[in-house]
């Protein structure tokens, strides 16, 4: 599963802006997860009520809220002040966990 394969999935939910899905370096396959990003957040919310669970590929997948990792927060106190609109865009971010891809 790649990026355009999240979008298709989740774009019967709501304006998708990104999608991806995370790659080991070395092998270039799947780490098991993913994210996806709403232009709203209502249909984000709509997305992880409806997708997660929901079988992919025949495989169950979770859904959740991204999290800000403060371990890759390096540069943040050097950057100019986040716009509105990047800080609800931050807020929009869907998780998907897709073990099995």
């Given at each position: 599963m790649r990026g355009n394969d999240l979008r298709e999935e989740f774009s019967p939910y709501g304006e998708i802006v990104f999608a991806r899905?995370?790659?080991?370096?070395?092998?270039?396959?799947?780490?098991?997860?993913?994210?996806?990003?709403?232009?709203?957040?209502?249909?984000?919310?709509?997305?992880?009520?409806?997708?997660?669970?929901?079988?992919?590929?025949?495989?169950?997948?979770?859904?959740?809220?991204?999290?800000?990792?403060?371990?890759?927060?390096?540069?943040?106190a050097e950057r100019a002040e986040a716009t509105e609109a990047k800080v609800e865009a931050e807020e929009d971010e869907t998780v998907v966990d897709e073990n099995a891809f």
């Open positions: 899905v995370n790659l080991d370096r070395e092998t270039k396959r799947s780490k098991g997860f993913g994210f996806v990003e709403f232009a709203n957040a209502d249909d984000a919310a709509k997305a992880k009520a409806e997708m997660d669970g929901k079988e992919v590929r025949g495989r169950a997948i979770k859904v959740d809220f991204a999290k800000e990792d403060p371990t890759k927060m390096y540069n943040k």
